[in-house]
């Protein structure tokens, strides 16, 4: 029996190439070589073949029974190529990770700790990202998003980072001790919190907590959290913020909790496609914010 010998790889390539554009031109253009080149190569491989791959006439170019098989296995055998090259590309290049959050998660928590996870994986490289917009993970712009809110997503992996609550802070230097005082402050207020429902805002804290005297509609008003809080540290008054996103401010002694009572929030999630939850440097990203958290 005859053993079948392969076609040269380039007479292959300048085939794939005419099959994919039915055009000897098209494909000289594309492989960037004379239209003379191209129809050397397909002589070539007919030659190798002893049958024909195209039937020309003045309608154009169209494949033979033979081409239209060897065009499906070259469209194969390429397509498998250029995964092998990209994947070795991909090898010798870092990883990297494109992370999405809010801009106050970034800024009051994330942020603050990013030298450490630098220094336990100084060969991951993150590429962070903020929008007020939801991002959609399955059109890989982005690999992790760390999201703020009430329920997992169904068709995608989450991982539930932090159960939220809202506390009253202000500066030690406003010398809060009880509900009454805060009568005597100025109320900062964050307007159009969309998570939880029930937005904990100073309406539910007088509700819930108190002072029936309290006039929630006094104060500043301000549409990011972060800058809410700068006010608060420069001692303007007291506002509700999440416990997890003041917590190093308490820590450094700038703000005060003066109240043990706090209100419900929403949930923090590390949320990923299925297919993705065992990248390495996702599990590790993932493990460290979980460890950082515990702390």
Known sequence: MKTSRLPPLGALRTFHAVAGCLSFKGAASQLSVSATAVSHQIRLLESVLECRVFERSAQG???TEAGQLLYAGTQ????????????????RQSPALTVTTTSNFLTNWLVPRLADF?????HIDVHLHTSV?????????????????EAPESDLHST???????????SPNLNLKNADDLNH??????????????SPDWDHWKRRYGPDTLN?????????????????????????ASKLLVADLIQRGVLVAPFDDSL??????????EESVERAEIVALREWILQMLAL
Do not use: C
């Open 61 to 63: 170019v169209r494949l």
């Open 76 to 91: 194969s055998a390429f397509s498998s190529l250029e995964d092998a090259v990209k994947k070795i590309d991909q090898a």
């Open 118 to 122: 630098n220094e336990q994986f100084p």
């Open 133 to 149: 917009e939801l991002i959609d993970l399955k059109k890989r712009t982005v690999d992790v998003a760390i999201r703020y809110q």
């Open 160 to 170: 539930l980072l932090w159960e939220d609550r809202f506390i009253v802070v202000a």
């Open 185 to 198: 402050v100025m109320l900062l207020h964050v307007e159009h919190r969309h998570v939880p429902a029930e």
């Open 216 to 240: 929630t509609n006094r104060g500043l008003r301000f549409s990011e959290e972060t800058h809410a809080l700068q006010a608060a540290v420069a001692g303007s008054g007291a506002v509700i």
């Open 264 to 273: 419900p929030g929403a949930n923090y999630y590390l949320v990923t496609l």
